[in-house]
Structures are given as C-alpha cells and as structure tokens.
C-alpha cells in the first residue's frame, strides 16, 4: 500500500475553542498536514479541535481519515503547541504501524 504520492493533508479543518490563541490554528495545519506521508492509503481529511482544559491546559482532539479508517488522537499540555506536538506524535506513531 502507499499514499499515492501524497505528503500533506489536503483538507485540514482546525476548530478553536474561545480561549484557545489564534496563533494555534496556523501551528495545528502545519503540524498535521504533512502526516499524510506516513499513511499507508490517502489521507484527505483531517479535523482538529483545540479546547481550554481548565485554566491551565490545553486539549487538542485529532481525527484523520485514512482511506475510510479513522485515526484518532487526544491530548493534552499547558500550551498549544506541546499539545498539537504530542497529537502530531501518536498520529505518526499510529500510521507508520498501519504501514507495517
């Protein structure tokens, strides 16, 4: 199997709760898009939440699309960048198993 060329999402949709920073919208995109080329099959669609846990934390919820599979990560950190970094690893993590 491969992902037919693919090295980035072609459609990542980021949602952002009211608390969330504006700056973590761009920072989701750029760190989900290019998942696509650790997939087995083509990866069109990816949804990313990021939600205020608390007045501390950061919760970032991922669901990829995988040629029909879902592939979905949760995490959470006290900024939005370590929590969109731990998303981005078990996504990775996840879809270079699916290869093997």
Not at 45 to 50: G, I, M, Q
């Amino acid at each position: 199997m491969n992902n037919a060329g693919a090295t980035v999402i072609g459609n990542v949709v980021v949602e952002l709760a009211d608390k969330v920073p504006a700056a973590a919208r761009q920072y989701a995109h750029d760190k989900i898009a290019p998942l696509a080329r650790y997939a087995p099959e083509p990866t069109e669609f990816a949804h990313v939440r990021l939600m205020a846990d608390g007045p501390r934390a950061i919760a970032v919820h991922v669901n990829l699309d995988v040629n029909g599979t879902p592939v979905v990560a949760r995490t959470e950190a006290p900024t939005f960048e370590e929590a969109v970094d731990h998303a981005h690893d078990q996504l990775q993590n996840q879809l270079v198993k699916m290869r093997d």
